[in-house]
């Protein structure tokens, strides 16, 4: 079974500054996605960044960054110029990629991020 | 991105009493999920929703207690049936989109979530 780990409870930043989120996870699949959602007190699950673990590239979104460091297991997102808007849980999850059908996604714990004015 | 709407997005209810959640796509999708967020936690896959099917329940998840529908490949529900305290969490429903659907990439997007307090 997969797990994901998020061992930042809660974070707290200055506006403007780089704040990074640690994610880790276990399985023994090769083929699988890596995803971070954003839920902000509107409960609403956004998505912010998807990676594909056949994949070398780091992917990107705007302020978004992802290292992903496929034998550690790593999988942190950064956020560039942090934005009051970016106040919020911020979950990392877990997807095989599917042979057939769809696969659930496993979450972290989350992450609670603050960006201070 | 698939855009999904969830109703209500609120409600108190009674215990011993059931409520119906509504999942609606604004594409046909091939799966949908129903997840629980209990108070302060993480998301929680109650089962995969099957057009045609059956849902697919998660363990301790059973289908008298969650009967799901999916009659099409835009539309869901989720009964939370004989209701108590403890059923009080956010239910999220998820689309799930191919790289030859709507969205163009295997991931899964949400919807607001129906925040459901039960006395």
């Known amino acids: 079974a997969q797990t994901v780990t998020q061992s930042q409870p809660e974070m707290s930043v200055q506006e403007a500054e780089t704040v990074t989120l640690s994610c880790t996870y276990d399985?023994?699949?090769?083929?699988?996605?890596l995803f971070w959602y954003k839920q902000p007190p509107s409960r609403q699950m956004i998505l912010v960044i998807r990676?594909?673990?056949?994949?070398?590239q780091n992917a990107t979104e705007n302020r978004f960054s992802v290292n992903f460091q496929k034998a550690a297991k790593s999988f942190s997102l950064k956020i560039s110029d942090s934005q009051l808007g970016d106040t919020a849980m911020y979950f990392c999850a877990f997807m095989k990629r599917p042979r057939q059908g769809a696969q659930k996604l496993v979450f972290g714990q989350g992450t609670r991020l603050t960006i201070n004015p | 991105s698939a855009v999904i709407s969830q109703k209500p997005s609120r409600d108190i209810c009674q215990r011993g009493t059931s409520l119906t959640i509504q999942c609606q796509v604004d594409?046909?999708?091939?799966?949908m999920f129903w997840y629980r967020q209990q108070p302060g936690q993480s998301l929680t896959l109650i089962a995969t929703?099957?057009?045609?099917?059956?849902?697919?329940?998660e363990s301790g998840f059973v289908i008298d207690k969650f009967p799901i529908s999916r009659p099409n490949l835009t539309f869901s529900t989720l009964t939370v049936s004989n209701m108590s305290p403890e059923d009080s969490s956010i239910y999220l429903c998820s689309a799930y989109t191919l790289a030859g659907e709507p969205g163009g990439q295997e991931t899964q997007y949400f919807g607001p979530g129906t925040r459901l307090l039960v006395l």
């Open positions: 990676q594909e673990a056949y994949k070398q």
């Open positions: 399985t023994s699949e090769n083929n699988y996605y």
């Open positions: 594409s046909q999708v091939t799966m």
């Open positions: 929703a099957n057009q045609g099917s059956e849902a697919t329940y």
